[in-house]
């Protein structure tokens, strides 16, 4: 039969699963609701609703959707609906039975999956990868706050004792201070997330400082719950769940962690792990929420722990993420925290305003402890005060990931309803206001603008030529070192540091992660391709004579924000120009075959943010496999420069430059002239400056100059053709300011804005030519 049945003192209560529809009683169709799953169904229904509704009103003024979740559980809370108190009555008489059992259990999974998760998809090697500093911030924001606890006995003696019991009334207090006090890794994380800075400087020294603070809160909780049981259950049972604790540790790390890392070895690469392996991760969760929970300690604890263990990113990260983060993000996580919030009594808080007034005193002196203990490291050491605002901000921002905290001290009765309220609608503000400030305190691209110069035009000339290249796949590699070759030269006069990026998409993991490959690490030796390519960077450096330097890094990034990740090297490593590929794919006979329209998109962002110049290379095959061969059959690379005008065109010339002392390049520079140019335009001007040298005979004995007349956007774009037809490679500036009204015609049919007009035609896919082409931007600078 399909029932459950409990004995209680004075009567069996029961219930049953599933009805028969609204027709099992006409009279009373409601009656459906007297069965668990039809009741279920309703709560969620109404869950939903309620959030898809509050959303419609709240996204029109940019406020996130973890917010429309805690209002839809205001709305069906007490204050409303009701609906936990009208469910509670439709079922058994067994309270661990109720209306509410079923949701209550999907909540706790959902909270739990959410933390394992999280948990799974944050690389805990970030806290040391970012200096001092995080560290500092972890440690000062962990212990500053606790100075609160000073305040605990403060007023006292005018605590009612209709409203709580005096010693219950400084546990409140004590609770308020240590769920105040700390700072949780899903809640950083997520408003990094939701603000889109994850990547950048702050939002890495950010999350790094979180992971400091939450691994020392893991323990404190630990022992605090001990200490605990020590005081008020037995000594014993506080000795056993120490050994029980122990235990636990020990069987994660000498045999649960050795498992994993069998799993992921005998994963062959770029294979999915097999389910069976996720599925027995997954019950090894569930294990450890259970045996955490029978020792009285927090569920959560377990699936924390575990999520440690399981290595970041593919094949078993990834894996996880792919399988359970949409169920548990789009279902799970709003259910429980709408859950959450519909055991906030609003009224509450205004009737037991003047019993609660000094717990919200304690809760806005534990913020402003902790905004000074996270802004005074930062000031201490230099980080701007705007910015060094942005991160106390983050770190002090409380969302639903508390709510765990906070249900935790309810359930066991050491706050009272008012201040749980307070409590949840002091996160719904949070959520709602915190991101909206931050975003208009900081912005990341603010780093990359307006910047000291960092192109090649205004190098030194023999100073050191610093590039920047990345690499996405195995094809990259060779374009790009027969690129690099040609700006190479055998005299030690004009040395070239090169910085090598390869960027691998994240999957499974929240945090991005730059790898310098001095710091060897088993992913990326078993990476095989990026194996291959630091091969070839090293055999061009030994081939290269002492004059070109070579420092490799890998970048773990999500797709939207590598453009971040590019920016950020670029800046540390000081360079004068990124090389990117375009995308763009050809086959071996330089037919068209494919666009990669995530790269792209990332060299269009570039393009905006760029701290430096940028190069787009389009490679047909020609080119790089005519400069690859062996030392003894390398035949001369012929490079033109289609030189119209404007900071840009000047830029490429400035790199061409660089090619002439290179005894196998042959280059030209064709400038075009319009029979209507204002000579006394000021780019006419810097032109002609630029062109000096080429122009003199006597000057320029490396270089071939002609000039071409045209007359129109049609001349130049059958000029472009035929150049393409005598050169191996063209190197061209993006944009031409001064002549934007003679080829403002050919915007219209640009495939690739990112390359520009002349870019474009070079790489158009019906071009009967195998011309590879470098795509040329100058350090834009703000106005």
Known sequence: M????????????????????????????????????PLLEIQIILIFFCIVMSHMLLRCIGISQIVSYMIAGIILGPQLFDLLEKSSE??????????????????????????????????????????????????????????????VNLFSNNIDPHYMPLDKALSERFAIVITQ?????????????????????????????????????IFAMMVATIQATYIHVSHATAYRDIVAMIIFFLIVFLVFKPMVQWVIDRTPEDKPVKDIYIHAVILTVFASAAYFVFFNMKYILGPLIIGI??????????????????????????????????????????????????NIFLTFLILVIKLVACLTPCLYYKLPLSESMVVSLILSYKSFVEFVLYEAVLEEKLISQATYAFLIIYSLLNAG????VLRSMYDPKRKYVNYQKRDILHLEPNSDLRILTCLYKQENVSETIALLQLLSSPNLDFPITVTVLHLVKLVGQINPIIVSHDKKLKRLHKNSYIHTANLAFRQFMQESLASVTVTTFTAFSHENLMHEDICTLALDRTTSMIIVPSGRKWTIDGIYES?????????????????????????????????NVTSKNRYNIDVGVLFIGGKDDREALSLVKRMKHNPRVRVTVIRLIFNHEIE????????????????????????????????????????????????????????????SQDLSGLMEWVELPELG????????????????VLVVQQQQQQT
């Open 2 to 37: 399909n029932t459950t049945t409990y004995s209680g003192d004075c009567r069996i209560s029961f219930f049953n699963i599933s009805s028969q529809g609204f027709w099992e009683n006409l009279k009373s169709p409601d009656v459906v609701f007297g069965y668990s799953l």
């Open 90 to 151: 439709k079922l058994s008489a067994d309270p661990a039975l109720d209306g509410t059992a079923a949701l209550r259990c999907i909540s706790v999974f959902g909270r739990l999956m959410f933390t394992f998760l999280m948990t799974v998809r944050t690389s805990r090697r970030v806290a040391f990868h970012s200096g001092n500093l995080p560290v500092v911030i972890g440690i000062v924001s962990f212990f500053a706050p606790l100075f609160g606890l000073v305040f």
């Open 181 to 217: 006090s700390t700072i949780l890794l899903p809640s950083t994380t997520y408003i990094l997330l939701e603000l889109k800075i994850i990547n950048s400087e702050l939002g890495r020294l950010a999350l790094s400082a979180c992971v400091i603070n939450d691994i020392l809160g």
């Open 309 to 358: 263990i399981i290595p970041e990113g593919p094949p078993l990260g990834s894996a996880l993420e792919a399988k359970f983060e949409r169920l548990t993000m789009n279902v799970f996580l709003p259910i429980s925290i709408t859950f959450s919030a519909m055991r906030c009594d609003v009224v509450r808080i205004f009737s037991q305003f003047t019993d609660i007034f000094f």
């Open 433 to 436: 206001i915190v991101p909206m």
């Open 595 to 627: 666009d990669d329209n995530a790269i792209r998109h990332i060299n269009q962002s570039l393009l905006d943010s760029a701290p430096c110049s940028i190069g787009i290379l389009v490679d047909r095959g020609q080119f790089s496999r005519k400069n």
């Open 680 to 739: 006394s335009d000021w780019d006419y001007i810097l032109d002609n400056e630029g062109l000096k040298d080429l122009m003199s005979t006597e000057d320029n004995k490396d270089i071939v100059y002609t000039e071409r007349i045209v007359n129109s956007g049609v001349e130049v774009v059958k000029a472009v053709q035929l150049l393409a037809k005598e050169y191996d490679l063209m190197v061209v500036g993006r944009d031409h300011d001064m002549t």
């Open 757 to 772: 007009v002349i870019g474009d035609l070079l790489a158009a896919r019906d071009l009967s030519s195998k011309i590879s």
